[in-house]
Structures are given as structure tokens and as C-alpha cells.
């Protein structure tokens, strides 16, 4: 098929030889019979070919080398995909004699007008420089000249092939900087990734350390890479305040919109960013990113999480909002559990720590024997940290060697050893407890353990060691090197201590151990014989053998196998292997004095005129191109489509409009988008996005095209002071009312929205209303304040007050005007207003028996009213009756035993209560909208007694007034899985509204909501903690069915008043 004379039939042949490749099948024995159609005059034919080349041209560099001709006849070819795939194809035969050839080809390449053509450029120069590293010099002149490319395509390829070249000439960098922190946004993913890397290491050498700003808070933390003479000569500085430098501020603030990328590699090469170079108050906003990424394939979890164990030794406090989402999951593999583990083991304070061990329970129970084991670990260094839960830890360990699973009571053992060398002398009958269980276990690494135990604390345990020495010494024989080892070891110090009862069996061990297989029980046999037992050759050392062999030991210190990780740069190689990987750049220290800044100023005036805002005032000039004007076609004619496809869906909401300004604003756009191809604005989406405080001055762009020259350098002086400016309001408050941000937001769109509309309506009527907006314009001009620059990097700093919107007041419809106001809804609409209860329930819970309280009985109830102490707690009202015939006094609460977050506010002290005397008091109870419960102490002089209050489900909640508009739209933004719905069968007579009324309010203080259907009954009401809305429906169908539905965010609550709700309505 290869050598028929019919083009289809050589198309369908290379198609099915590169779907051979794909598949990973050897087509190299095609070769020759390719390589002939690399001159075919078909386009479809010659890229197949080219990209079969690329994959075999290294192995097959004699047959390669003979089409090398037409490989530089290709060089020069009209297609754009022809001349990159040429390059290709010649920089993949790696033979030193076509080196010159390549050369050429790449500087040719590198001037090309085809942005694609300088992208395999890029990518050449790294191939030629691994093939002859003496072409360095030429190389670098090469990658200089593509480092100015303007063009988003090529920035990300020149980057990476200067990262392999010279990484080193940072001088090179400086003009670039500004441009490339600009361009990151538009740089393809892997791009970014490679530029955010690069320009890390850049920072760290060009500006002073961000963290010199929190040394007067945090004096005794040393600062990241930092030595401790530059600790010292930075207090000596500390008086000289911090100011950030702009353009150090300006990397920060360009990468953050990044953290929201989808792909991986980009989030966290920002999240090393930030930790690497941020002031330490902003690194908190990568935690969010970083845990979404643990939605990811295990891969990218597993990388994640190792970055996140090393941060979150450092700053715990970036991480614990998030502490639930690194709880370990039944599906996750070991790698991944214990990487959770460690994460968890970094955040564990006295705070969360009950919550944490409860969530270790469940995993030691785990079928995942290693993952069980490090569970264990985990406890053990969560007691080493936190003293408070030392004993409580130590407890449930010794629990944990009554398990059967041996792996389990072997690694208890292991960390019990461990916490028993803190604190000795405490724990007596532990150490008697697991001498006991030497029996059972097999483990060796649990078994010499123990023995170490025992031998250190033989004199607190002086009747039990010697009969475990007996017992040892009958299995010495068949006991694993290391037990026997730590037996010698036991023997040795029970010689010292208690020589009478142990003096012979001692000496039948060293006897075994004597003749020993393994060389080292031999010599420790030897060293303890001539140590311990006294002879005429005994040296020196023999009268110190009990200080050496009882010393004390220091305890062992559990630390985080991530702790020493944070020398290298995070997300690379070499963090992940703790090792030095090849190719591996280290990041540089902060320099005490930052470097001249002013090596970076060559392109302040060329981005300034970039980013300058057309509708500044009559004499600024408009905004400048962003792309250099030799920018090439099909880059500009594929923006330019996408521009329309965009302004298509904006001229669809702009149509509600009327229709004389509807044609006025797309004459305008007429005009504004024939003077932008005129001066060949490469990218039209980024000239979208400023155009949002242009207004509706780009319609002048034709008059003032003469004006240029004379404004540009007042113009870009006024467009870097408002970058400044702009930068400078990072710190601003971002907690506008986002109603009002949509709402000025979409007005200042609606210039936009015509802006880009193309070729609708007669050519001559444009012309007539574009004269009258000329006029309109000139007038409004000198009245309008300067408009603030606005660009997509810059959506952080945009303050929506501060930005007048260029458009004249009538230009907005009725229709739209009404959509503005519908979008200035404020969070605290009236939409969720608390109301009455319909009905109190009188029923009473017993809190305390009069009988377990000796005479005071105490009862509870729920008055469902809000609760004076706290607009999050429920109030609850508790009746003291006296039933003995004397007085009780000082009734109060004692001790309380509260979940985490639970609060209460307890009653003031009763001085006393008579005999056969009632008294009724409130408290406050925040139950967390959960149905735990609050257990505390009631207590009289005498006595106190342990009580408990749990709340039912209906309990937690407050009636919402709400109409059924209100309810129908707060319904529909509830589904899901938000939603749960049950069938209830009952009588007929059952679902009449009074009794599903009462019925429903019996069970849960919700509000009736008015419905407009017999059949549907729709109840609200709000949790009292969070205020979340619960939505109840009971929508009766045909027969003796009805459906009930409760939509709410708190699924628990809603599952839990579901299955309350469902027997009360079916039952009669």
C-alpha cells in the first residue's frame, strides 16, 4: 500500500501503521518503505510520515540520514505543522556529524513567524544541547532571543529548555520577569508548571526574605534555609520595617488565580510558590487547593499528602480546619493510609486529640495488618506529644494486647516499651501484665521488648524476672537472634542485682551462648563473661559493671520520618525520594540586601502600554497591543474566533434591550474592533477583559490613532502608578457584599457585550448614532473620573465601589434593571424570619430518679423558645422537686462531660430546697445540631449525681415563617443529596391536614408554611446552631400513600427526623 501510486491508498496505510505505534507495537521494519513517501506532495500523507520519523529516526539514523535533504527542503515549507515536524524530525537523528545542520535549523526556526515553528525550536535546543554540549554558548544566544517572544505558546518550551541549558544565567531572566508573571495565566499547563519552578528559584535570589515581618511575633522560629549567623544578623535588622517589592508581590499575586487550575502539577507547583516565597500570613490559601487535590488518583494523592506531612509539621494550623479530610478511608491503599496517619499525627493538639483517638480505634481494628501496626505507632508518638493523653493512651495500648491478631500485640508492645522508658517507675503492673503474655507471643522484635523491659526494671519487679530468665533459658536454643541477645542481656543484669537466685542460670546462658551459631551472640557472650562474673583477669571495668549495664537510659524520641525533609524544594523529585535526585536545583538563600531591582525595569514601559486603559481621559492614548505587531496569522485569526464566539452569547443577553441602544452600542463595536485589527492585538479575550473599564471610549481609537506617539510616556507612567496601586490593594478587604460585586460587575459588562458584535445592522445607521455617541462621549468625558485598569490578574485587587461604569443611565433596560435589583439580595432576607411555635408539648424526660437521687427527683422538658443565654442554644427547663421530708441545699452542676464543641450555660446555685418543695430553672444547651449527649453532674451538698440530657431530633430546631414562593425556590437549590424521602401507608382519616398538622408539630418545632394545593403540606424551620434551613413536605397521593420529603443541608438531621416522622404518621 505504501508504494501504490493512489494517495488514499497511502493514507490509510499510514494511518494504520501510527495506530501500530499507538498501540506499542514494532514498526520499525517499515522503515525503509516510510521514509520513501517523506517528499509526497499530500500535506495528510507528509505529517504521518513526519510523525512516524519522530519515533524512529533515532534507531534508524543510517536510512534517516539519507532524506536528510528533504528534512531541509521541509525547513522551508508554506505549512506551519511541515516546518515544526521537519525540525522534529531532524533533532531526533542524534548523530554528531548533522550537528551544524540543526543549528541552522534552529536559529532559522527561532525567527520564524509561526509561533508553533519557535515552540519546536524550544524543544530542539534541548535535544542538540544533550547531543554536543559544546553548542552551549550558540544555544543560549538562541534561547535570549525566544525569552523576549511574546507569544503564550512558545513561553512555556524557551523556559524549560533555559531550565536545562543554563540554568544558572539568571541575568537573562531579569528583562523577561515582568512579561512572564503576566503570561502566566495563558501559557498552557505543563508551561506553567516549568515557568512557576523557575521563577521560584528566581525570587529566592532576587528578593529579600517576606518573613522578616513576622519576626517580632514569632522570635524563636527560625526562618526556612536560613543559617544561624543569618539569624543573627537579621536581628540586628529587625528595626528596619519590611516592604515588599513590587514585582515580588506581583509574582505572588499572578500565580494565586492558578491555585484554581484543574490540573495537579500546576496547583502545586503555586502551593511550593507560596510556601517558598510568600509571607507567612498569605501561605494559608494553597491548604484549600491542596486538599481538593485529594480527589485525585492515588498517584497525585500520594504526592500531595507528602507535601502536606512536611508543611504540616511546621504550620499545623494551615491544615486543621481541613482535619476531616484526611481521615483514612476503607478504600484508600496502605501508602496512602499512612501518609494520612502522619498527617493527622502532625495536627493532633489537645484540642482534637479525643477526636483522633476515637477515628485510631477504628483503625487498629483494620483488616490492613501494616496499616494497623502504624496506627499503633501513631498513638504512640500522639502520647509522646500530648502529656495530657500520655496515661490515656497507654491504656488503651495495654487493651490492645489482648487482641488476637499477634501483628498487633507485637507493635502495642514495641510503643509500650517506648512509653514506659518516660516514665518508669509508675507502671509496675504493666510491665508484671505483659512479662504474662511472653507465652503467647512470637513475634521476635515483641519478645525482646518485653525482655528489655523487664531487665531494666528487674528491681521493680524482683519476683518475676528471675522466673522469666528460667523460662527463657530452657528456649534459648530455638529463640530468634534478637531475643536472644536481649536474654544475655536480662541475665547479665539479674547477675548484678539478685546474683543469688540468678548466679547459675546466668552462667548456663553464657554456656549456650558460648557456642552459638551467630558470630554476635558469641562476642556479647564473651564481653558480658569477662564483665560481669569476677576473675584474676577481670580489668578495670568489671567493678563499673552495674553502673554500664543499669545506666539510665534516655528515652527514645518518636519523630516524624518527614521532619527532615524540608531542605528540599517541595513537589519535586527529590522530596518525594528524600534523596538527591540528578538534575536537582536547590533553592538559594535569601539574599540579606535585595539586588538592584532596576535590571527588571527594561520592560516596565512595553507592559505598561500594554495594560494601559483606553478610557482614561481625552488625552490618554488607547490601549496598547498586547502581542508584538509581527505576530503571526493564525494566532490572531484563531482569538479573533473565539472573541466572536463569546460576543455571540453576549449580544444574546444584551438583546432584552431596547433597540435603538442596542444599535447604538454595536456601532460602536463596529468601529472598536476594526481599530484593534488595524493595530493587530494578538489576543482579543485579554483586550475583553480590560475592555471592562474602557467604556465606551474605544470608539474614539480611530481619532486618536495620530496621538501615540506624544502620550505614550504619560500614559504608561499613569498605568504603572495604578498597577502600584493596584498591588498595594491586595490587602483590601474581600468581604463585599457579593450582591452588590455581581451587580456592578454585570452593568460595567454591558459595553462588553456589544463590544465584539460583528456586522448587525446597516453600515450607514452605525455611522449616524456613532457621530451621536461622539458627541454623547465628548460631553460626559470631562465629568467621568479616571477609570480603573482592570485585568484578569488583577480580579483579587478589584474593588467593584470604586470602578464607575462607563455606560449613560438610559442605556439600561427595564428588563435588566430588574434582573440588577433581583441580584441585590442580601444574605439576611427575609426569607428566613423565626416565628412563634405552633404547639409546646408538655411532656416531661426524666433527668433524675428520686429514687437515684436520694430524695431530689429532677424532670426536663423542652419549651421551644429561643434561648436568652445564646441565639445558638436550645433552652431547657428543669422542675427540682424535694421528695424527703428534710432540705436539700446547694443544689448546683457540677463536673460536665461534654463532645467537642458542645457548650452550656448552667443555672445559678439553689441555697435550698424545702421538703416536698418544686422549683423550675432554664439552662442553655448548644448541642451542635447533633443528637449527642450532654452528660454533666447534678449536685446537692452532699452527694452528686451523674445526668444526661439528649435532645430529640425535633428539638433542635426553630419555626421558620416562610411563603410558598420562598419555600418552593429554597427547595430547589436542596436536592440531592440533600434531599431524603420516605412512602408512608396509613388510613385515609389519618391524612387529613389538622391531624398531619398536629401530628407533625408533636414530633419537631418546625412553622407551617401556606400551600396552595389540598394534597401538599409544607412545614420549615431552621437548625438552631448553624441556622441551616429544614424544609418538611407531606405530599398525599392516590389511595392511603403520601410522600415525605425533608430537604435540608444537614443530611444527619434530616435522616434522623425522617425515621421519627415516618412511624408518627403512619400509625393511627
Known sequence: MLESNKDSAKLDAMKRIVGMIAKGKNASELFPAVVKNVASKNIEIKKLVYVYLVRYAEEQQDLALLSISTFQRALKDPNQLIRASALRVLSSIRVPII?????????????????????????????????????????????????????????????????????DRIDLIHKNYRKLCNLLVDVEEWGQVVIIHMLTRYARTQFVSPWKEDDGLEDNEKNFYESDDEQKEKTDQRKKPY???????????????????????????????????????????ISKSLVRLLRSNREVQYIVLQNIATMSIQRKGMFEPYLKSFYVR???????????????????????????????????????????????????????????????????????????????????????????????????????????LLDSITVPVARASILWLIGENCERVPKIAPDVLRKMAKSFTSEDDLVKLQ??????????????????????????????????????????????????????????????????????????????RDHFQLGTLSHTLNTKATGYLELSNWPEVAPDPSVRNVEVIELAKEWTPAGKAKKENPAKKFYSESEEEEDSSDSSSDSESESGSASGEQDEGDSSDDSSEESSSEHGSDSESASEVGDKRTAKRNSKSKGKSDSEDGEKENEKSKTSDSSSADSSSEEESSSDSESESESESESESRKVTKS??????????????????????????????????????????????????????????????PALSPSLIADLEGLNLSASSSVISVSTPVFVPVKTHVLLHRMSGRGLAAHYFFPRQPCIFGDKMVSVQITLNNTTDRKIENIHIGGKKLPMGMQMHVFNPIESL?????????????????????SFQLCTKDD????????PVGELLLPVAMSEKDFKKEQGMLTGMNETSTVIIAAPQNFTPSVILQKVVNVANVGVVPSGQDNIHRFAAKTVHSGSLMLVTVELKEGSTAQLIINTERTVIGSVLLRELKPVLSQG
Open 330 to 436: 476503607s478504600t484508600d491503599p496502605t501508602m496512602i493510609k499512612t501518609l494520612k496517619l502522619e498527617i493527622l499525627t502532625n495536627l493532633a493538639n489537645e484540642a482534637n486529640i479525643s477526636t483522633l483517638l476515637r477515628e485510631f480505634q477504628t483503625y487498629v481494628k483494620s483488616q490492613d495488618k501494616q496499616f494497623a501496626a502504624a496506627t499503633i505507632q501513631t498513638i504512640g508518638r500522639c502520647a509522646t506529644n500530648i502529656s495530657e493523653v500520655t496515661d490515656t493512651c497507654l491504656n488503651g495500648l495495654v487493651c490492645l494486647l489482648s487482641n488476637r491478631d499477634e501483628i498487633v500485640v507485637a507493635e502495642s508492645v514495641v510503643v509500650i516499651k517506648k512509653l514506659l522508658q518516660m516514665q518508669p517507675a509508675q507502671h509496675g503492673e504493666i510491665i508484671k501484665h505483659m512479662a504474662k
Open 487 to 564: 536474654i544475655l542481656n536480662l541475665g547479665a543484669k539479674l547477675y548484678l542485682t539478685n546474683s543469688r537466685q540468678t548466679k547459675l542460670l546466668t552462667q548456663y546462658i553464657l554456656n549456650l551462648g558460648k557456642y552459638d551459631q551467630n558470630y554476635d551472640i558469641r562476642d556479647r557472650t564473651r564481653f558480658i563473661r569477662q564483665l560481669i562474673v569476677p576473675n584474676e583477669k577481670s580489668g578495670a571495668l568489671s567493678k563499673y559493671a552495674k553502673k554500664i549495664f543499669l545506666a539510665q537510659k534516655p528515652a527514645p524520641l518518636l519523630e516524624s520520618p518527614f521532619k527532615d
Open 944 to 951: 452528686c449525681f451523674s445526668v444526661n440530657i439528649q435532645p
Open 99 to 167: 550537528v551544524p545542520i540543526m543549528m541552522l535549523a534552529i536559529k532559522e526556526a527561532s525567527a520564524d513567524l509561526s509561533p508553533y515553528v519557535r515552540k519546536n525550536a524550544a524543544h530542539a535546543i534541548q535535544k542538540l544541547y544533550s547531543l554536543d554540549p559544546e553548542q552551549k554558548e550558540m544555544l543560549i544566544e538562541v534561547i535570549e532571543k525566544l525569552l523576549k517572544d511574546k507569544s503564550t505558546l512558545v513561553a512555556g518550551s524557551v523556559v524549560m529548555a533555559f531550565e536545562e541549558v543554563c540554568p
Open 914 to 934: 424545702e421538703p416536698e418543695g418544686s422549683i423550675t430553672v432554664s439552662m442553655g444547651i448548644d448541642f451542635c445540631d447533633s443528637t449527642q449527649t450532654a
Open 748 to 809: 460595567s459588562m454591558l459595553p462588553v457585550m456589544a463590544l465584539f458584535v460583528r456586522e448587525r445592522g446597516s453600515k450607514r445607521k452605525s455611522q449616524i448614532i456613532l457621530s451621536k455617541e461622539k458627541e454623547k462621549k465628548k460631553t460626559k468625558q470631562d465629568r467621568n473620573p479616571l477609570t480603573k485598569d482592570v485585568s484578569l490578574l488583577d480580579l483579587d485587587d478589584f474593588n467593584p465601589v470604586s470602578t464607575p461604569v462607563a455606560l449613560p443611565t
Open 243 to 285: 516592604t515588599m517589592d513590587p514585582d515580588h508581590r506581583l509574582l505572588i499575586r499572578n500565580t494565586k488565580p492558578l491555585l484554581q487550575s484543574r490540573n495537579a502539577a500546576v496547583v502545586m507547583a503555586v502551593a511550593q510558590l507560596y510556601w517558598h516565597i510568600s509571607p507567612k500570613s498569605e501561605v494559608g490559601i
